[in-house]
């Protein structure tokens, strides 16, 4: 049977999604098309060339045994790389070739060209010179203190890109978006501060939209517009904070598109936060919306278990506090909005324990966080347990509830019906039924087998007890 680039592709996925991280798979990997299967060559399409960039850095080794194994020690892969300058997309490929023994090899990759290069800024005041300005940045928002995760591991790597080389990569502008409460700040305060690390003499300021209106306001009732102007087409990087708030402010968005034209054919660097991507963004001109596209737009998820824990040992570092591990994942697994109820709760904490004079335990934590966690007093439900037992094993919950007897489903579903008749009030039967309509006797044999193997094997004995532990923090 010929073989098709689709056919090819969904074949590669199905090793790569087994070696990967399932968040890392749909970021990286789930926006990839194949377009092109030709001698042994296939072509893949991407959305940028950052994008290209990172998995030739950190997957071409799994993406060369992937191509070895279904298209033999010929097989080659080229990239389909989509530009987009000058309000259209200009796709071009990238050639990955083979070298002898069948390994893929990096190649350089052209920058595309700034077609507006030459335009000459019409707002230059001849003799005005560049002085020192107050950047407007906390130090306390650093690189080193920004805990990296799949939840912001692309919005991460971009911002540390572009400190390193402000107004040189394909990613200008760098658009970060989230909810709030997740980071947007601190990593664009980070970008910032490592900028004028890296490059002392660069003009950066970071600014919060609603000042930036303010300030807009100001030098029309003050007739300074043209001051005003000027001031910001002198930044070298610019970091725009809550972009949102432009919303509906036609004038503001007039200016600041002048900014805008003017830093990025200079070749400066431009920085943006927003609580929506720009796709979302209601009462923005049209024609700002495609600029905000021109470069990378990386989005700030909420915060996994494991960063959420890196996240308050980090803290307690930093402020010199030592709390016992129960309490921290405690915290960790109930506070799963944002990180900075996180802190907020660590605070109140904290706070609380000092105010009484009370060593900070278990008992204590569950009772001083009431407020913040949403299920403190919850009672422990099957659809609970199924729930957090796959999401222990990354598998969906109808797995559990199917006819397969894929071993980890199978173990999956054996844990659940095991915690859910100790943990829950349900009959054997109630819990058969939950599982996709079982009987008693399945129940029985699970209970038995999760016993047996709790007694006979260490791992498994480990993952019954950290889903237990789960549980007791419920």
Aim: hydrophobic share 40%; net charge positive.
């Amino acid at each position: 049977m010929e073989k098709t680039c689709h056919g090819v592709w969904e074949n590669c996925l199905r090793i790569i999604k087994d070696n990967v991280p399932a968040q890392s798979f749909k970021t990286w990997f789930e926006p990839i098309k194949a377009i092109k299967l030709e001698n042994k060559i296939l072509t893949i399409q991407v959305p940028s060339l950052f994008f290209y960039e990172w998995l030739e850095e950190h997957y071409v080794s799994l993406l060369r045994r992937t191509i070895k194994h279904h298209l033999g020690v010929e097989g080659r892969l080229e990239y389909n790389i989509i530009m987009e300058k000058a309000e259209e997309k200009k796709p071009y490929t990238i050639n990955i070739p083979t070298s002898s023994n069948g390994e893929l090899r990096n190649q350089s990759v052209p920058m595309p060209v700034n077609i507006n290069a030459s335009i000459q800024n019409p707002f230059v005041i001849p003799g005005l010179k560049k002085v020192n300005i107050d950047p407007q940045l906390n130090p306390k928002y650093s690189f080193d203190n920004f805990i990296e995760g799949d939840c912001n591991r692309l919005a991460r790597s971009a911002g540390f890109a572009v400190a390193a080389k402000p107004g040189g990569t394909s990613f200008n502008p760098l658009f970060l978006y989230g909810q709030t409460g997740l980071g947007k700040s601190h990593l664009v305060q980070a970008v910032g501060s490592s900028v004028k690390t890296n490059y002392p003499d660069k003009m950066v300021l970071y600014v919060q939209a609603e000042k930036f209106v303010q300030q807009y306001i100001d030098s029309v009732k003050n007739s300074t517009i043209n001051d005003f102007v000027n001031f910001y087409q002198l930044i070298d990087v610019l970091l725009i904070d809550d972009i949102q708030f432009f919303s509906g402010k036609e004038k503001t968005q007039e200016v600041f598109f002048s900014i805008f034209n003017h830093l990025h054919t200079s070749g400066k660097q431009i920085v943006m936060t927003s609580d929506k991507p720009p796709k979302d963004l209601i009462g923005v001109q049209e024609r700002l919306l495609s600029r905000f596209k021109w470069g990378l737009s990386a989005d700030l998820q909420s915060p996994d278990l494991e960063t959420r824990i890196a996240i308050l040992q980090t803290k307690m570092k930093a402020d010199g506090i030592i709390l016992p591990d129960e309490v921290i994942e405690y915290v960790a697994h109930n506070i799963d909005s944002n990180v900075r109820d996180l802190e907020g709760a660590l605070i109140s904490l904290l706070a609380q324990s000092t105010l009484n004079r009370k060593e900070v335990d278990l008992p204590l934590a569950k009772q001083m966080l009431k407020n913040f966690i949403k299920h403190s007093n919850k009672e422990i439900s099957i659809e609970y347990i199924q729930k957090l037992v796959c999401e222990y094993f990354e598998i969906p919950v109808d797995a559990v509830k199917s006819k397969s007897r894929k071993r980890e489903i199978v173990q999956a579903r054996q844990i659940s019906m095991y915690l859910a008749k100790s943990h829950t009030k349900a009959s054997l039967k109630s819990i058969g039924q939950f599982f996709g309509g079982r009987d008693h006797s399945t129940v029985i044999y699970a209970c038995q087998t999760v016993d047996d193997l709790i007694d006979t094997d260490k791992k498994f004995k480990s993952w019954v007890q950290d889903i237990q532990k789960k549980l007791k923090m419920t």
